[in-house]
């Protein structure tokens, strides 16, 4: 049995060997394996830039300064307090970030902000006329289209979108246009009757 002198006179000449192998495998590294490695990290991690933004969203204008990286639904949210467009999975999955560029549905979480200059951004809070609401969200009171609501300023944009687009001609079609939008409540017979009932 070892000494324990002699043990602690082993592991540090055993931990010496081993930092320095590591130290030369590192010095040694091909250069090719290096930028590789530089271009992987380039590629997949875009770097903080703070840039200009000027964004027009429900017909106010505004002008900022924000992170190069962040989503429209982020900024939303974030930056503007305009927190009626929801988070839901983040990941262009459940459609509660819905939101109209230029009057087209889009999925905010998956669009970043600084690829929207010149561009019309409307929110669910910019849908109504002052107190009055827009048609769509009175047939959604009308027609129970919601449960917990979390959903629903995602699927009543969807919904509007839905009727601009002219794909209500059938219920099957109405379903299938509004099926990018999920209801965790089940609330799917209202939302469809709430669609129907404006296209008609
Ligand atoms: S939060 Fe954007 S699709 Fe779910
Ligand atoms: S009303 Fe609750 S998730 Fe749709």
Redesign the pocket.
């Known amino acids: 049995m070892k000494e324990p002198s002699e043990k602690k006179q082993h592991l540090s000449r055993r931990f010496f060997i081993k930092s320095t192998s590591a130290f030369a495998a590192l010095a040694l590294m091909p250069h090719s394996v290096k930028a590789f490695y530089h271009d992987i990290k380039d590629t997949f991690f875009i770097k903080k830039e703070i840039i200009g933004l000027q964004l027009k969203i429900n017909g106010k204008a505004y002008s900022l300064r924000s992170d190069s990286r962040t989503t429209l ?1 982020d900024l939303l949210r974030e930056q503007l307090q305009l927190t009626g467009t ?13 939101v109209h560029v230029n009057g087209d549905r889009v ?4 669009t970043l902000a600084a690829t929207l200059p010149q561009t019309e951004v409307t929110t669910i809070e910019g849908l109504a006329n002052g107190s009055e609401l827009h048609p769509m969200q009175e047939a959604f009171l009308e027609h129970d289209g919601f449960q917990c609501g979390y959903c629903t300023p ?1 699927q009543i944009m969807s919904a509007v979108a839905c009727v601009k687009e002219g794909h209500t001609n059938s219920v099957e079609e109405i379903k299938e246009f509004m099926s ?1 939008n999920i209801c965790r409540c089940g609330a799917y017979n209202g939302i469809t009757n709430a669609v129907k009932s404006v296209a008609t």
């Open positions: 639904l929801k988070k839901g999975c983040d990941h262009g999955q459940c459609g509660a970030c819905t999925l905010s979480c998956l995602g990018g």
